[in-house]
């Protein structure tokens, strides 16, 4: 497809499991963050690759988190024991250029997790 | 660090009224002001940019917003809002040698026919 693909849609998992979340950016892309976004709030940055090296990974909350995009294209966020407080909607974007001036324009749909 | 401040949680509005969308922000250093739209279940999409030059940026679907360097504020506007424009309404701000955005906790325009 022409956008950002992110799977699965939504998931839910049991407190304590590790969970996968894929992100496909457009092809081509050099950039890719990723985001958190809570119920009713803004989103919030987690990480930021540059193809496949992550430059910035300040806004990952614990050493839970981890994500890698070992081939510059395709990005998976792993969250390792998870917790209620993970639930969240996350979103991958990617953008052509690694120029700040130029924001995430492309976003994908979102990854809704529940963790019960 | 940088904050963004959206002052109106919800704004309700009639069909072909003219809209204001709040935003202030604050940081120490120059920054790089955005507006996102963000329809139910869906992802992010960038509406205009504020990175330099004329201080009152158009961007798509009729909307505008006017960076205010003074106030520190970037508030968005449309002369005549549709009901497709129901959506929830994001300011972002990023300062220079680092791509994180940061957010506000955004504002639901409600259009009412």
């Known amino acids: 497809g022409a956008g950002v693909s992110q799977s699965p849609r939504y998931k839910v998992a049991k407190r304590g499991q590790d969970v996968a979340l894929r992100c496909d950016p457009i092809?081509?892309?050099?950039?890719l963050f990723w985001y958190q976004q809570a119920l009713g709030q803004g989103p919030e940055f987690l990480t930021y690759?540059?193809?496949?090296?992550?430059?910035?990974k300040s806004g990952l909350p614990s050493d839970r988190f981890f994500a890698e995009r070992p081939e510059g294209s395709v990005s998976t966020l792993k969250i390792q024991r998870t917790q209620q407080e993970d639930s969240a909607v996350y979103l991958c974007?990617?953008?052509?250029?690694?120029?700040?001036?130029?924001?995430?324009?492309?976003f994908g749909d979102g990854t809704r997790l529940s963790i019960l | 660090a940088q904050s963004v401040t959206q002052l109106d949680s919800q704004v309700p509005v009639f069909e072909e009224a003219p809209v204001e969308l709040r935003c202030n922000y604050s940081s120490s250093v120059s920054v790089y002001l955005f507006w996102y739209v963000q329809y139910p279940n869906q992802g992010l999409q960038l509406l205009l940019k504020y990175l330099s030059g004329s201080t009152l940026v158009k961007g798509i679907n009729g909307f505008e917003a006017e960076f205010n360097k003074s106030q520190t504020s970037f508030h968005l506007r449309k002369p005549s809002v549709h009901i497709s424009d129901t959506a929830e309404y994001f300011c972002?701000?990023?300062?220079?040698?680092?791509?994180?955005?940061?957010f506000g906790s955004g504002t639901r325009l409600q259009v009412q026919p």
């Open positions: 092809s081509g892309h050099v950039s």
């Open positions: 974007a990617s953008s052509p250029l690694f120029v700040a001036e130029y924001p995430p324009q492309h």
């Open positions: 690759f540059q193809n496949e090296a992550q430059l910035d």
């Open positions: 972002a701000v990023s300062v220079t040698g680092r791509r994180a955005l940061t």
